[in-house]
C-alpha cells in the first residue's frame, strides 16, 4: 500500500475525512492513508477519524483510526461489531465530509452485516457450505451481497449524505471486478436475487428459513446502476494480481531465471 495507494489520494476537503477499511490490507492501507493526510496536509485527530477491519494477526497502528481484527474466510462477533460502527459512521457522514473506502482481499468476511433476522452462526454456516462447495469466488460475493446490510453498494447508501465517497481497492479477484472485489460495498451490484437462489441451489447450500425469506424479498434487492446513492461515488483499483505477478517475474528474472507469464485471471 505505501507504494500503490499515495498517488491516489485526493486532497482533504472542508470537512472530516473519514477513512473505512476492511481485507487483509486494510490495516496497512488505513495507515498509510493516516499518515498521509497527517504529514502531507496537515490534519489531525479533530479531521481524520475512521475504522479499518483487518484478518486476525493483520491489524496496524493508524493514528487516527480505530484497527479492529477479525475472522477470515468464516466471519466472527468481532467483525460484527466493527462493521455495525463503519455502518454508523458511513450515515453519520455530512455535506462536507468525504468518505474514503480501503478494500482488499478478505473485505467480504471482515464486513459482516447479517441482513433481516440471519443471525452470526447462519452465516457462517452458509460461508462454510459455499466454501466446501467450491463455488468460484463470484458465486461466493453473489450469495453474500444478498444476505447483507453493508455488501453490495449498501455502504455507499448508508454514506449517501457525505460530500463524496471514494473506493481505493487493491483487486484480488479474477478480472478486476469492482462488484466482486470485498463484494462490491460502494459500487451497483449487477447481480440478482434469482441468481443467488440458483447458485445455492445448483451448489446445494442448505439454507435457514431466514435466509430463504431474504432471497425471496423483492425489498432486499441489492441498488442497481442509477442509484442516487452512488452518484458521487468514485472507485479506482490501485493494484491488481498482474501487478504483483509482474513484480515476481522481474525479481525471477533478476535473480538469472527466465518466468513464464501464464496470466493473471
Given at each position: 500500500?505505501?507504494?500503490?495507494?499515495?498517488?491516489?489520494?485526493?486532497?482533504?476537503?472542508?470537512?472530516?475525512?473519514?477513512?473505512?477499511?476492511?481485507?487483509?490490507?486494510?490495516?496497512?492501507?488505513?495507515?498509510?492513508?493516516?499518515?498521509?493526510?497527517?504529514?502531507q496536509h496537515g490534519l489531525g485527530d479533530d479531521r481524520i477519524v475512521g475504522l479499518a477491519v483487518a484478518r486476525h494477526g493483520y491489524?496496524?497502528?493508524?493514528?487516527?483510526?480505530?484497527?479492529?481484527?477479525?475472522?477470515?474466510?468464516?466471519?466472527?462477533?468481532a467483525g460484527i461489531a466493527a462493521t455495525r460502527e463503519a455502518l454508523a459512521m458511513a450515515t453519520a457522514a455530512g455535506p462536507d465530509?468525504?468518505?474514503?473506502?480501503?478494500?482488499?482481499?478478505?473485505?467480504?468476511?471482515?464486513?459482516?452485516?447479517?441482513?433481516?433476522?440471519?443471525?452470526?452462526?447462519?452465516?457462517?454456516?452458509?460461508?462454510?457450505?459455499?466454501?466446501?462447495?467450491?463455488?468460484?469466488?463470484?458465486?461466493?460475493?453473489t450469495v453474500r451481497k444478498h444476505l447483507s446490510r453493508i455488501k453490495g453498494g449498501r455502504l455507499a447508501v448508508a454514506a449517501r449524505?457525505?460530500?463524496?465517497?471514494?473506493?481505493?481497492?487493491?483487486?484480488?479477484?479474477?478480472?478486476?471486478?469492482?462488484?466482486?472485489?470485498?463484494?462490491?460495498?460502494?459500487?451497483?451490484?449487477?447481480?440478482?436475487?434469482?441468481?443467488?437462489?440458483?447458485?445455492?441451489?445448483?451448489?446445494?447450500?442448505?439454507?435457514?428459513?431466514?435466509?430463504?425469506?431474504?432471497?425471496?424479498?423483492?425489498?432486499?434487492?441489492?441498488?442497481?446502476?442509477?442509484?442516487?446513492?452512488?452518484?458521487?461515488?468514485?472507485?479506482?483499483?490501485?493494484?491488481?494480481?498482474?501487478?504483483?505477478?509482474?513484480?515476481?517475474?522481474?525479481?525471477?528474472?533478476?535473480?538469472?531465471?527466465?518466468?513464464?507469464?501464464?496470466?493473471?485471471?
Open positions: 500500500p505505501d507504494t500503490c495507494l499515495p498517488a491516489h489520494l485526493p486532497p482533504p476537503t472542508p470537512g472530516r475525512l473519514i477513512i473505512l477499511g476492511a481485507g487483509k490490507a486494510g490495516g496497512s492501507m488505513a495507515a498509510v492513508a493516516s499518515r498521509f493526510y497527517r504529514e491489524g496496524q497502528d493508524a493514528p487516527g483510526i480505530r484497527m479492529v481484527e477479525a475472522g477470515h474466510p468464516v466471519p466472527d462477533e465530509d468525504e468518505v474514503l473506502v480501503l478494500l482488499s482481499g478478505g473485505g467480504s468476511a471482515n464486513w459482516i452485516a447479517p441482513a433481516g433476522d440471519l443471525t452470526l452462526a447462519e452465516k457462517q454456516a452458509i460461508t462454510r457450505a459455499m466454501l466446501r462447495s467450491g463455488a468460484p469466488i463470484g458465486e461466493i460475493n449524505n457525505a460530500r463524496s465517497i471514494l473506493t481505493l481497492a487493491i483487486s484480488d479477484v479474477p478480472f478486476d471486478d469492482p462488484a466482486v472485489i470485498a463484494s462490491g460495498p460502494t459500487v451497483p451490484d449487477p447481480s440478482t436475487l434469482a441468481e443467488s437462489r440458483a447458485i445455492c441451489e445448483r451448489r446445494g447450500i442448505p439454507l435457514p428459513e431466514t435466509a430463504i425469506r431474504l432471497l425471496n424479498d423483492p425489498l432486499n434487492e441489492t441498488p442497481k446502476a442509477g442509484d442516487p446513492a452512488f452518484a458521487r461515488a468514485e472507485y479506482r483499483i490501485v493494484a491488481r494480481p498482474i501487478d504483483a505477478l509482474e513484480a515476481a517475474a522481474a525479481a525471477a528474472k533478476a535473480a538469472g531465471y527466465e518466468p513464464v507469464m501464464l496470466g493473471a485471471d
